[in-house]
């Protein structure tokens, strides 16, 4: 048997195999963007998988994007995940949370007062979101924040943390990919800043590394995971030379030792050779825990764990159709397909969500 089905040790924790399931927005949240009994159940049904990493959860009411998302910054919702994290411990899972700021990836209709979504800088993301209505628009112009307001900022993702273990979750994933306010922040092609959080690499990175500053003496490094991007594409998502800036971030974060590195190889969910990125390069300058994500199946996250390239293997998709998968990859099972009816996001209920099928007991 393969280390992949081996327990792992991921700082204070240890999971049970070295499969995770990676953050995927699936817009089920009720009124107030709390889980309810939907969410319990579908997070509850992946318990199997080593590692869950729930969905990108907004810090604050202005790191909204998308509809039904679920937050971390009303007490309604901490009680809400809180029955997600029980369910899914009550069945021997563990369970991180993605905390988020959407950044320009958003719409007036969903920031408090219809005012401008914040960003780096006031440039319109070429890219689209869904408003309840109007279905698929534009993202709106965004304003640029204020220097002084960055810290506030910072201070959300610190409350989110916070809220976030009281929750019950075993850990926190700062969303530092796809474009969203952090990543960003770290791009030429959306942060145009003149101010200290602008201009050079060590400027573009200082926000995100302010927020992992915050969050790791909030709740200990060994809480805390960070998920990066170098060379994905969506959201409007540009930078001129992805390599020194990337190796600047894991150098930065070598310091502040996260308990994991989670890093999107390519183009999220598309091909992981649409640009030329050493990965192994980073990997070298972080002494921690390396995960892994994009396309990965058996016999890819096998290759990976035994050749060290990473410790641990995040798949989205077929975490969406197969409830069971940690034990299908293992029984080398055959896997459920998504279900062609359904998109990834929409919908309202079960179907898609909580009904695909398990393997009989
Ligand atoms: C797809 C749709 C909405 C959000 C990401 C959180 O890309 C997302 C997301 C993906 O990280």
């Avoid at 976030?164 to 791009?187: C, N, P, S």
């Avoid at 998920?227 to 990337?246: G, K």
């Avoid at 969500?353 to 398990?358: A, G, H, L, Q």
Wanted: glycine residues 10%; aromatic residues 8%; charged residues 20%.
């Amino acid at each position: 048997m393969s280390d992949l089905f081996q327990p792992f040790q991921l700082g204070p924790i240890t999971l049970a195999n070295r499969l995770v399931m990676a953050p995927l927005t699936r817009s089920r949240a009720e009124a107030g963007n709390v889980p309810g009994n939907l969410v319990v159940e579908y997070y509850a049904q992946r318990a199997g998988m080593g590692l869950i990493i729930a969905e990108a959860t907004q810090v604050s009411p202005t790191a909204q994007g998308y509809p039904s998302t679920p937050g971390l910054h009303t007490a309604e919702q901490v009680a809400g995940w809180r029955k997600v994290t029980e369910a899914v411990h009550a069945k021997g899972g563990k369970i991180f949370v993605q905390l988020w700021h959407v950044g320009r990836m958003s719409h007036t209709a969903y920031q408090p007062d219809g005012q401008a979504p914040v960003a780096p800088s006031a440039i319109a993301a070429k890219a689209k979101t869904f408003v309840a209505g109007q279905g698929m628009v534009d993202c709106s112009v965004p304003r640029a924040l204020e220097t002084a307001e960055i810290a506030g900022v910072v201070n959300d993702f610190r409350t989110a943390a916070r809220n976030a273990i009281e929750a019950g979750f075993d850990g926190v994933e700062i969303h530092g990919a796809h474009g969203y306010l952090l990543d960003a922040f770290l791009r030429d092609g959306s942060n145009h800043r003149t101010d200290q959080y602008g201009g050079s690499i060590e400027n573009r990175a200082r926000f995100l590394l302010e927020v992992m500053a915050a969050v790791t003496t909030e709740i200990g490094a060994d809480r805390v995971g960070i998920r990066l991007s170098p060379v994905s594409p969506v959201n409007d998502s540009s930078e001129s030379n992805p390599q020194p800036l990337f190796e600047h971030v894991v150098r930065e974060l070598e310091k502040l030792h996260p308990v994991y590195i989670h890093v999107v190889e390519g183009y999220t969910g598309g091909p992981r050779d649409n640009a030329p990125f050493d990965y192994e390069a980073l990997r070298r300058l972080y002494s921690g825990v390396w995960m892994v994500n994009n396309g990965y199946d058996k016999a890819m996250a096998e290759a990976v764990v035994t050749s060290h390239h990473g410790d641990l293997v995040s798949f989205g998709r077929p975490a969406i159709s197969n409830p069971d998968l940690a034990r299908r990859l293992q029984e080398n099972a055959p896997l459920n397909a998504l279900y062609a009816d359904v998109g990834l996001y929409g919908g309202t209920g079960a179907h898609g969500y909580t009904d695909y099928p398990s393997l009989p007991a």
